[in-house]
């Protein structure tokens, strides 16, 4: 069983290290670790990530406990002494902090997924000419402070021409899920979501959308890393592996992702 634990990370920080401190008295680490591993998550690999912690769980009996939200935030908990065993990052520059930081192990650091932005709308959607005909509705991005796929989103708009003119029309979601739910509720006309949510093969998301070309942001590199508190998890560290193996990649592949050696 997978659980999930969203946007609660510093609020559980506590508890989990006094049951990390318990448990440590009684036992060595990898008895404390063994069989599970916490795992912080950019929203748009959660779906994707609840598929393959369960084939893992089915493959090797370990249980993976997720915390997700916008990178940026992750990133900042897990600066400041969140108990995370794994990142899964949108983007490559927060992972590579925290290997400079110290709070990332150096030599575990790889790209998982290489994502990809689209535009969707309930509506006909037609590129840009959509963005520029929208002088009323709203557009939905996620905030491109602490989400990856929000700096991706601005980066197109500038490479359009569409920035300045757009921003009355914009609203912010914290993260790639709610930017998904400002067009889903009709809070928004369109909205700069991942791919992957609109693939998603659990969901039949009606709408339109157009996917934005490569060249008009930077690649979204996705990066993973095993962090300290995970140093002696040997869950952590086999997740990690399987994430690199045949099964893992497949599903990935299947919500519409890029592996970076295709």
């Known amino acids: ?12 920080t506590g508890r989990l290290l006094g049951i990390w401190f318990l448990v440590s008295l009684f036992a060595t680490p990898q008895i404390v670790w063994s069989g ?3 795992i912080a998550v950019a929203s748009n690999f959660l779906n994707p990530l609840k598929e ?20 940026g935030k992750l990133y900042a908990q897990a600066k ?30 790889f790209t998982y997924a290489v994502g990809n932005l689209v535009l969707w709308g309930l509506g006909e959607v037609h590129g840009e000419q959509s963005l520029a005909k929208l002088s009323e ?19 197109t708009l500038e490479q359009l021409g569409h920035w300045n003119k757009l921003q009355p029309n914009l609203v912010r979601g914290e993260n790639i899920a ?10 928004a006309k369109l909205g700069f979501v991942a791919k992957s949510q609109l693939t998603d093969p659990r969901f039949k998301l009606k709408g339109n959308s157009w996917e934005v070309p490569a060249d008009m942001h930077e690649p979204i590199f996705q990066q993973a890393i095993l962090l300290k508190p995970g ?8 997740f990690l592996k399987y994430m690199n193996g045949s099964a893992a ?10 592996l970076i050696e295709e």
């Open 249 to 258: 990649k497949n599903i990935i592949r299947n919500y519409g992702y890029h």
């Open 137 to 155: 509705g709203k557009l939905a991005i996620a905030n491109p402070k602490t989400a990856p796929y929000g700096r991706a989103a601005q980066q």
């Open 52 to 71: 393959i912690a369960e084939h893992f769980k089915q493959d090797t009996g370990n249980r993976i406990v997720l915390i997700s939200g916008s990178t």
């Open 231 to 238: 140093l002696n998890n040997f869950c952590a560290k086999q």
């Open 80 to 109: 400041h002494g969140a108990p995370f065993d794994i990142l899964l990052a949108a983007d490559s520059k927060r992972p590579v902090l925290l290997e400079r930081e110290g709070v990332g192990v150096i030599g575990t650091r």
């Open 1 to 12: 069983m997978v659980t999930l634990i969203k946007g609660k990370a510093i609020i559980l």
């Open 178 to 187: 709610q930017t998904l739910q400002f067009v889903a509720t009709e809070n």
């Open 36 to 38: 599970e591993a916490y």
